[in-house]
């Protein structure tokens, strides 16, 4: 069993940034992989970022440039930082750790809005 905590989601006009932050606790030696995926309404989950054990990382094409996933290990937290957040970034944004067993746990999900 794994649990994730998310924080740091909110309201920001176009341009600005926000950090979102991850915090796992439980079988965290069991994680292979973490990432986060938003959904926006009406649309499907989609990744946006992942890293892997070996501090790989991948993003999905919209977001290259402007935001960054890292992790600190020594707080078992992974980060999303959003720079140059754009009105199509809104969505609920969640934390997903996937586990050596293919099994994927999430969070609760964070509310990311972004005004015109």
């Known amino acids: 069993q794994v649990q994730l905590v998310e924080s740091g989601g909110g309201l920001v006009q176009a341009g600005g940034s926000l950090r979102l932050s991850c915090a796992a606790s439980g079988s965290i030696f069991s994680i292979v992989s973490m990432g986060w995926y938003r959904q926006a309404p009406g649309k499907q989950r989609e990744l946006v970022a992942g890293i892997s054990l070996g501090g790989s990382t991948n993003y999905v094409n919209a977001v290259k440039g402007r935001f960054t996933i890292s992790r600190d290990i020594a707080k078992n937290t992974v980060l999303l930082q959003m720079n140059g957040l754009k009105p199509e970034d809104t969505a609920v944004y969640y934390c997903?750790?996937?586990?050596?067993?293919?099994?994927?746990?999430w969070g609760q999900g964070t509310q990311v809005t972004v005004s015109s």
């Open positions: 997903n750790a996937r586990l050596v067993t293919r099994t994927d746990y």
